[in-house]
C-alpha cells in the first residue's frame, strides 16, 4: 500500500515538473485542440455565424415550394406524367398527415443559437450581435408561421427546454398555444427586428426590414382570413381551448395590419418586373433571369454545390438534355382556363361552339390567342416556344368519316401520307405514358432555359422566390376589399394585370372571386393555392372528390390536325377535351384536412398536447 502510495506521489510530482518545465518552451497540455470548435470561437466569428445562418435559412420549410415537382402535382393545377412508380400522386387524395409539420429540433437549434449570441458573442460589435439575433429571431418566426398554417396553435418556445434528470419531465411539457396567440407571436417578432434587419436591406437572400414586412403582409392576412371565413362556416372548426379556432373580431385587426405591412413594401424601393415589352415572356423572366427589382426574398442556387433537377425534371419531352427524366409535371386544363381573355372575358377555352360543334382554328395556338400574358409565362401549349425551339404539341389527326370526326393519336411522327401535315407531336400530348405531356400542356415557369440546365452534370441555378411583389400587391388587394376599401383594392389588382397585358384600369368592379383567381394565374406552382383555399374555408368545396369537377380531377386539351380534303376546315385544327387514363381518382379534401393530424408520438411524450379536430 505503501508503495502505491509512493508511486502516485512521484507520478503527480513527475507531472508537475513536466508542467513545470515546458512552460518554458510550450504549455504542452494547455494547448487548442485542431479538430475541435470551442463556443468562444464559434459565437465570435462572423464567418461561422454566416455558415450557421445559411444551414438555417437552408432548412426553411416548405409543402409544394423550393422546386418540389411531386407536391406541385397534388392538387388541380397539375398532374404527374413521370416515372409510373410515382403514379400515386394521381391517385393522390389528402390523409389526416397532410401537410404535417411539427420540427421542434429547429426550434430548439435556433434557441440554443440565440442563447449563446447572447452570453458568448463578447468580441462581436452591438450592431454584429443585433443582426445575427434579428435573422435568427426572422427564421424562428417564419418556422411558426409555417406551423401555424399547418398545425393551428402549437406550443411557443423560445428557450431551451434543458431536462434536470429529476425524474420530472413535466416542466419541459409545454401546452399548445392558442392559434390567434402563435399569429400574434410572429407579428410582434417581427415588429421588434425589423429595424434591425434594415442592415441587410437590399440582400435578396438575406433577411432584412422588407422581408420581415413581406412575412408580417401574409401571415397577417392568414390569421385574418381564418378568423373571418372559419366563422362562416356551419360548424366552424375549433377546439374548446382555441388552440384551433380565431374568434371572428379579431380579423379586423388582422386585416389593418397585413395592408400596413403591404403598403410599406409596395412604397418601398420594389417594382412590378416589367422590362420585356412581350408581357408573357416578361412574366417568365421575371423569376428565371434574377435581374428586376420584384424578388424580396430568395432561395438562392448559385454554385455547382447548390444547384436543383427543376429543369432535369421537367423540361419539354424534345428537348431533354439527359435521356434520363422530363416533362413530370402536365399543367391542367382547370389552371389554363383560369387565365382571362386580355378583354376580359373568362378564360374557357372555345372547343366547341353554342351547338356543341367543333371550332377549327387555322393555326394551333389561335385558340390561346389574346391571353393574359402569364399564362405564356407559366404553361408551354401548342404553338409556343422553349429555348429559342417550337414546341411540337399534337395529338394527332381528326379525319371526317361518316358524318362525325374520328381521331387517330397514333405514335407516329412526321408527314401523315395523303394529308400535307404533321400526324403527331413529338412532344405529345399521350393519354397513358411517362415522361411527356399528358394534357397537352408542359409547365414553363421555373424551368431554366439556361444551357445544360436539364442534364444532371450541371443542373439550373435559377432561384425559388420566398417572396416577391406580386403577391404583396395581391395581399393588399385582399386584405383592403375585405376592410370595405374597394377602390384601393381595384388599384392594387390592376396594377398587377397591367403587368400581364391588360389594358389600365382593366378591373372596374372588384370582388374576392376576382382577388381569388388572381392569386390563383399569379402564383400558380409557388405553394400559395393549397393554403389559399384552406384559410378561405373553401377546399372542401373546390376538391369535393365528385369525378365530373374540373377541379377534382385534371383534364387535358389535346390539339389535332383535321384531315377533311375539299372542305374550309382541312388542315386546321381542332380541340377535344381528355380526362388522361393515368389520372384515375378525384382529389377529396376532408374536414380533418384543414388542420394536419398531430403524430401520436408526440402527444405520448407531452400529454399535455391536445388533437386537433377530427382526428
Not at 516 to 522: F, G, S
Request: with cysteine.
Amino acid at each position: 500500500m505503501r508503495s502505491l502510495k509512493k508511486y502516485f506521489y512521484i507520478g503527480i510530482a513527475s507531472l508537475s515538473m513536466l508542467t513545470t518545465a515546458g512552460c518554458s518552451h510550450e504549455d504542452w497540455f494547455d494547448r487548442d485542440p485542431k479538430n475541435l470548435i470551442t463556443d468562444e470561437q464559434l459565437w465570435n466569428d462572423p464567418k461561422m455565424l454566416n455558415s450557421l445562418l445559411a444551414n438555417f435559412y437552408d432548412r426553411l420549410p416548405t409543402l409544394h415550394g423550393v422546386f418540389n415537382t411531386g407536391g406541385m402535382t397534388e392538387l388541380d393545377d397539375a398532374m404527374w406524367s413521370g416515372h409510373r412508380d410515382q403514379n400515386w400522386r394521381n391517385d393522390f387524395q389528402f390523409g389526416d398527415d397532410y401537410g404535417r409539420y411539427w420540427d421542434y429540433g429547429f426550434i430548439r437549434d435556433i434557441n440554443l443559437s440565440l442563447e449563446n449570441i447572447e452570453k458568448l458573442s463578447s468580441e462581436l460589435t452591438d450592431a454584429q450581435r443585433k443582426q445575427y439575433i434579428a435573422e435568427i429571431r426572422f427564421v424562428r418566426a417564419f418556422v411558426y408561421f409555417e406551423l401555424v398554417k399547418r398545425m393551428g396553435g402549437v406550443p411557443i418556445v423560445t428557450t431551451q427546454l434543458i431536462y434536470d434528470f429529476s425524474g420530472d419531465p413535466t416542466p419541459l411539457q409545454v401546452p399548445r398555444a392558442k392559434e390567434h396567440e402563435v399569429y400574434d407571436f410572429i407579428f410582434d417578432e417581427l415588429e421588434a427586428i425589423k429595424e434591425d434587419l434594415a442592415v441587410n436591406n437590399g440582400s435578396e437572400t438575406r433577411a432584412n426590414k422588407y422581408t420581415a414586412l413581406a412575412l408580417e403582409s401574409r401571415a397577417m392576412l392568414y390569421a385574418a382570413s381564418l378568423a373571418k371565413y372559419n366563422n362562416q362556416m356551419a360548424s366552424p372548426i375549433t377546439t374548446a381551448g382555441g388552440e384551433v379556432g380565431i374568434p371572428a373580431n379579431m380579423a379586423t385587426d388582422y386585416y389593418t395590419k397585413s395592408l400596413a405591412a403591404s403598403k410599406e413594401i409596395i412604397n418601398g424601393p420594389f417594382q412590378l418586373y416589367d422590362e420585356n415589352p412581350d408581357k408573357g415572356a416578361n412574366f417568365y423572366d421575371m423569376l428565371n433571369k434574377k435581374t428586376g427589382s420584384e424578388v424580396i426574398f430568395a432561395k438562392d442556387f448559385v454554385t455547382s454545390l447548390k444547384v436543383h433537377r427543376f429543369a432535369y425534371d421537367n423540361i419539354v419531352k424534345s428537348m431533354t438534355e439527359d435521356n434520363e427524366s422530363s416533362s413530370t409535371i402536365s399543367p391542367s386544363l382547370s389552371l389554363v382556363e383560369s387565365f382571362e381573355n386580355l378583354d376580359g372575358t373568362s378564360g374557357k377555352l372555345r372547343d366547341k361552339d353554342a351547338s356543341g360543334n367543333y371550332i377549327a382554328y387555322t393555326n394551333i395556338d389561335d385558340i390561346f390567342a389574346n391571353k393574359d400574358g402569364r399564362l405564356y409565362g407559366t404553361v408551354i401549349y401548342p404553338g409556343t416556344s422553349f429555348k429559342g425551339r417550337p414546341v411540337s404539341i399534337q395529338a394527332g389527326v381528326a379525319s371526317w368519316v361518316n358524318g362525325s370526326y374520328q381521331f387517330t393519336a397514333a405514335p407516329q411522327l412526321g408527314e401523315a401520307h395523303g394529308s400535307g401535315g404533321l400526324w403527331t407531336g413529338f412532344d405529345g400530348p399521350l393519354y397513358d405514358a411517362q415522361d411527356v405531356s399528358n394534357t397537352g400542356f408542359y409547365i414553363r415557369k421555373f424551368v431554366s432555359d439556361a444551357p445544360a440546365a436539364s442534364t444532371r452534370g450541371t443542373s439550373a441555378a435559377n432561384w425559388w422566390p420566398w417572396f416577391r411583389l406580386g403577391e404583396i400587391y395581391l395581399n393588399a388587394a385582399e386584405a383592403a376589399l375585405e376592410l370595405g376599401q374597394a377602390a384601393d383594392a381595384r388599384n392594387f389588382v390592376n396594377m398587377v394585370r397591367e403587368r400581364a397585358g391588360f389594358s389600365a384600369n382593366s378591373i372596374t368592379n372588384i370582388t374576392m372571386d376576382i382577388v381569388r383567381n388572381e392569386r390563383r394565374v399569379e402564383l400558380a406552382f409557388e405553394d400559395h393555392r393549397f393554403f389559399d383555399l384552406k384559410r378561405w374555408r373553401i377546399a372542401h368545396q373546390v376538391w369535393d372528390g365528385s369525378e365530373n369537377d374540373d377541379n377534382s380531377v385534371v383534364h387535358g386539351l389535346y390539339a389535332y390536325r383535321v384531315v377533311r380534303p375539299g372542305h374550309p376546315d382541312h388542315g386546321k385544327y381542332i380541340y377535344e377535351r381528355v380526362r388522361p387514363a393515368r389520372f384515375r381518382r378525384a382529389r377529396f379534401f376532408r374536414m380533418a384536412n384543414y388542420y394536419a393530424s398531430i403524430e401520436q408520438s408526440v402527444i405520448d411524450k407531452n400529454p399535455k398536447i391536445i388533437r386537433n379536430p377530427f382526428h
